[in-house]
C-alpha cells in the first residue's frame, strides 16, 4: 500500500521521516504541491491531507488508485469531497484536533486587542512611552458583550472559557442548545443580526460551505455595533473582505484578529495586511496559529 501525507514544511518532519521509516508501508512525505507531487500522487492510495494544499477536481482525478484520504485538521474544504464521495473514496477528518486551541487562541488575541499588547511592546521598543494614552483606551473584557457566531465543539470551548471572564455572551447557531447547555456556558441564544448588533466582540466559528460563503457581509456589518472587535479564526471565505476592509476603514470595525487569509501565507501586497486598525500581522498569526496545539 502506498502513503502519502501532504503536510507545511518545518523542522518537525525531519523527525516525522524517521518515524515514517518504521511504517510498515511506503510512505511518502511531501511539503509542496508541484507537479513532481502530483505525479506521485498518482500511485498513492491513502493520503494525509491538510487545508494548507488544496486539492481540486483536476488533481483528483489524477489519483485513480486513491481509496482514503485523512484530513489532519478539522476543516475540509480544502477537498471536493462531493467529487471523492461519487468514487466511493473515504474522507475522514479530526473534528476535536484544536478546539482548546483554537479557543485559547481567541482569548488571547481578544486579550491583546482589548489592552492594545501590540501598540504598547512596539511603542516601549521604539523609546516611546504611552501609559498614558493606553490609560484611556486600554479595556478590560469584564463586562463586554462576546458574541459567537457557530456554537460548536470550538465555540463551546470558548464559551467555558469566557465564564470566569463575566462577560455576557450571545450566540447564534443554525442549531439552538437546549436550556441546559445554554445555562452551563452561560449563553443566550440571538439572531445573527442580533448577534452584530449586541456584541463587542464576535468571533467566528463556522464552517466553509455554501450558505456560510461571504455570512459576514456589508449588509451584515452595517449593522454591527459601532467599535466592533471581529475575529476570524474559521475560514477567511466566510468574511467578505471588501466589507472587512471597508468597516476597519470607516470605524465601523475598532480591530480584526484574523487567524485565516485566502491564499496561506498572504500576498506581501494583501490589503488585509496594510489595512487600518488591523490588529492582526503575519507574524502575530503565523500558520494558522489558532490550530497549533
Not at 220 to 248: C, F, P
Request: include cysteine; glycine fraction near 6%; charged fraction near 25%.
Amino acid at each position: 500500500m502506498k502513503i502519502a501525507a501532504l503536510l507545511p514544511a518545518g523542522e518537525y518532519t525531519k523527525e516525522l521521516e524517521l518515524i515514517l521509516q518504521s511504517f510498515p508501508h511506503e510512505v511518502k512525505l511531501f511539503t509542496k504541491l508541484d507537479e513532481q507531487t502530483v505525479e506521485h500522487l498518482k500511485e498513492v492510495e491513502v493520503l494525509v491531507s491538510t487545508p494548507f494544499f488544496p486539492l481540486t477536481r483536476v488533481i483528483l482525478e489524477k489519483m485513480a488508485k486513491l481509496r482514503f484520504v485523512q484530513c489532519a485538521s478539522t476543516g475540509y474544504d480544502h477537498l471536493d469531497v462531493e467529487y471523492l464521495k461519487q468514487r466511493g473514496v473515504i474522507v475522514s477528518n479530526v473534528p476535536d484536533a484544536n478546539k482548546e486551541s483554537v479557543a485559547e487562541h481567541v482569548i488571547m488575541v481578544t486579550l491583546c486587542i482589548l489592552r492594545r499588547l501590540e501598540y504598547a511592546l512596539q511603542s516601549t521598543r521604539n523609546g516611546v512611552w504611552v501609559l498614558g494614552e493606553l490609560a484611556s483606551s486600554a479595556h478590560e473584557l469584564m463586562g463586554k458583550s462576546f458574541g459567537i457566531l457557530g456554537m460548536g465543539r470550538i465555540g463551546r470551548q470558548l464559551a467555558k472559557r469566557l465564564v470566569p471572564f463575566e462577560v455576557t455572551t450571545l450566540y447564534y447557531d443554525l442549531i439552538r442548545l437546549n436550556q441546559k447547555e445554554e445555562e452551563e456556558l452561560g449563553a443566550s441564544y440571538v439572531t445573527l443580526e442580533e448577534l452584530f448588533r449586541l456584541s463587542d466582540i464576535v468571533s467566528i466559528h463556522v464552517p466553509l460551505n455554501h450558505s456560510t460563503h461571504s455570512m459576514v457581509n456589508a449588509k451584515l456589518l452595517s449593522q454591527a455595533k459601532r467599535g466592533l472587535i471581529l475575529i476570524n479564526a474559521a475560514r477567511a471565505e466566510i468574511v467578505e473582505k471588501s466589507a472587512l476592509l471597508e468597516a476597519l476603514e470607516n470605524g465601523t470595525l475598532s480591530a480584526a484578529a484574523l487567524d485565516v487569509y485566502e491564499n496561506e501565507p498572504p500576498n506581501k501586497d494583501d490589503p488585509i495586511l496594510t489595512a487600518p486598525k488591523n490588529s492582526c500581522d503575519a507574524s502575530l498569526r503565523g500558520s494558522h496559529l489558532g490550530s497549533a496545539a
